[in-house]
């Protein structure tokens, strides 16, 4: 039977408990994707539909968790327009020749899904056929594609990239026009594939104070939802670092929005956050002895007083020193606590 409670949570319907999915729910903590890893490079896995969906299964499988979110990387269809672009191990995607103006965008022409990632909608549509839980499509949001295009890799203070912004407005919005077709065009297509929830990652955008955001990042990422609310299936918009912009995030016709640890899900409420949300354990917290875990944890369902709207995730991604025996514990723990919290607050009502 298929599991849509992840899907129902997202659209503030009665679910007996809360869905649990993990960001970077695949990766190297696991010693199967090690062991893929050691055949196939990160694009390689991504081009071969039949690797890239056993591990994207892999989680749901071993640790039970909700909802699946597709293995790739964020500069895939990038890479696909022929953008020079590598994953480096421990520091993320380096560009080969940064952004220096709207003009170094032409080359790379629009997306074409069907010709350029043809890989990634195979793996879609494989998957639809094969998981008993949603699948959830997803791409970079245009600031962070920007701050890796202009950087020319991770950075941690974004200066160039805002100083791209304040003083090149007119290539900046040629960049943020760009990069918002080609997010659209591949979710939409993602989603025509069979994905049933996409998540726009917008990883620094936090970097950005709100004034800044409402000028220079609102109106493309407003233009970005409506055009995936007409597709029917579900949005999620994460950030990290960015508790700040929650009153700008509240007026985006996202279905869900996700949030970090450092931002409460009563602060995220106070401020307007009114949508479904998604969070927040500090994923450092999965180092620490069970006991201090499961305490964060229940800490964080019982603030969510067994509400419908809620799913539960970390502030950000796994890492490689996890071990998988303790997100499969957390998961199991999440569902159980979760559903008895929600019988008590039902016959309470009653």
């Given at each position: 039977?298929?599991?849509?409670?992840?899907?129902?949570?997202?659209?503030?319907?009665?679910?007996?408990?809360?869905?649990?999915?993990?960001?970077?729910?695949?990766g190297?903590?696991?010693?199967?994707?090690?062991?893929?890893?050691?055949k196939?490079s990160?694009?390689?896995?991504?081009?071969?539909p039949?690797?890239?969906?056993?591990?994207?299964?892999?989680?749901?499988?071993?640790?039970?968790?909700?909802?699946?979110?597709?293995?790739?990387?964020?500069?895939?269809?990038?890479?696909?327009?022929?953008?020079?672009?590598?994953?480096?191990e421990?520091?993320?995607?380096?560009?080969?020749?940064?952004?220096?103006?709207?003009?170094?965008?032409?080359?790379l022409?629009?997306?074409?899904?069907?010709?350029?990632?043809p890989?990634?909608l195979d793996?879609?549509?494989?998957?639809?056929?094969?998981?008993?839980?949603?699948?959830?499509?997803?791409?970079?949001?245009?600031?962070?594609?920007?701050?890796?295009?202009?950087?020319?890799?991770?950075?941690?203070?974004?200066?160039?990239?805002?100083?791209?912004?304040?003083t090149?407005?007119?290539?900046?919005?040629v960049?943020?026009?760009?990069?918002?077709?080609?997010?659209?065009?591949?979710?939409?297509?993602?989603?025509?594939?069979?994905?049933?929830?996409?998540?726009?990652?917008?990883?620094?955008?936090?970097?950005?104070?709100?004034?800044?955001?409402?000028?220079?990042?609102a109106?493309?990422?407003?233009?970005?939802?409506?055009?995936?609310?007409?597709?029917?299936?579900?949005?999620i918009?994460?950030?990290?670092?960015?508790?700040?912009?929650?009153?700008?995030?509240?007026?985006?016709?996202?279905?869900?929005?996700?949030?970090?640890?450092?931002?409460?899900?009563?602060?995220?409420?106070?401020?307007?956050?009114?949508?479904?949300?998604?969070g927040?354990?500090?994923?450092?917290?999965?180092?620490?002895?069970?006991?201090?875990l499961?305490e964060?944890a229940?800490?964080i369902?019982?603030?969510?007083?067994?509400?419908?709207?809620?799913?539960?995730?970390?502030?950000?991604?796994v890492?490689?020193?996890v071990?998988?025996?303790?997100?499969?514990?957390?998961?199991d723990?999440?569902?159980?606590?979760?559903q008895?919290?929600k019988?008590?607050?039902?016959?309470?009502?009653?």
């Amino acid at each position: 039977m298929f599991n849509d409670i992840f899907l129902k949570a997202c659209r503030h319907e009665d679910v007996p408990y809360t869905p649990v999915w993990y960001m970077r729910q695949a990766g190297r903590y696991q010693e199967e994707y090690r062991a893929v890893r050691e055949k196939y490079s990160f694009f390689d896995i991504s081009r071969n539909p039949d690797v890239c969906a056993k591990v994207t299964r892999l989680p749901v499988d071993k640790l039970g968790v909700d909802a699946a979110i597709l293995f790739a990387d964020i500069m895939t269809p990038l890479k696909a327009r022929g953008l020079g672009v590598e994953i480096v191990e421990g520091v993320g995607p380096v560009i080969e020749h940064p952004v220096k103006s709207g003009k170094d965008l032409a080359r790379l022409g629009e997306l074409d899904p069907r010709s350029d990632v043809p890989y990634v909608l195979d793996t879609v549509n494989l998957l639809h056929q094969q998981l008993q839980v949603p699948l959830i499509g997803f791409a970079g949001a245009p600031f962070t594609l920007a701050s890796y295009l202009v950087e020319g890799g991770p950075s941690k203070n974004y200066h160039r990239t805002k100083a791209f912004m304040y003083t090149q407005p007119g290539d900046w919005n040629v960049l943020m026009d760009y990069l918002s077709g080609l997010t659209v065009t591949y979710l939409k297509a993602q989603i025509e594939a069979g994905a049933q929830a996409v998540q726009v990652f917008d990883s620094w955008v936090g970097a950005l104070g709100e004034e800044d955001y409402r000028t220079y990042i609102a109106p493309t990422m407003v233009k970005i939802f409506t055009e995936l609310k007409n597709t029917g299936a579900v949005s999620i918009y994460f950030g990290a670092g960015a508790g700040h912009l929650l009153k700008e995030w509240a007026k985006l016709p996202a279905d869900v929005l996700s949030i970090d640890w450092r931002t409460s899900l009563a602060d995220a409420r106070r401020q307007g956050a009114d949508k479904a949300l998604q969070g927040n354990l500090d994923p450092s917290l999965l180092l620490a002895p069970w006991s201090v875990l499961k305490e964060r944890a229940k800490k964080i369902l019982d603030e969510s007083d067994g509400k419908n709207g809620f799913i539960f995730n970390l502030g950000h991604g796994v890492f490689p020193e996890v071990r998988e025996q303790t997100l499969k514990a957390l998961t199991d723990f999440v569902h159980d606590y979760s559903q008895n919290l929600k019988k008590l607050v039902q016959k309470n009502g009653k």
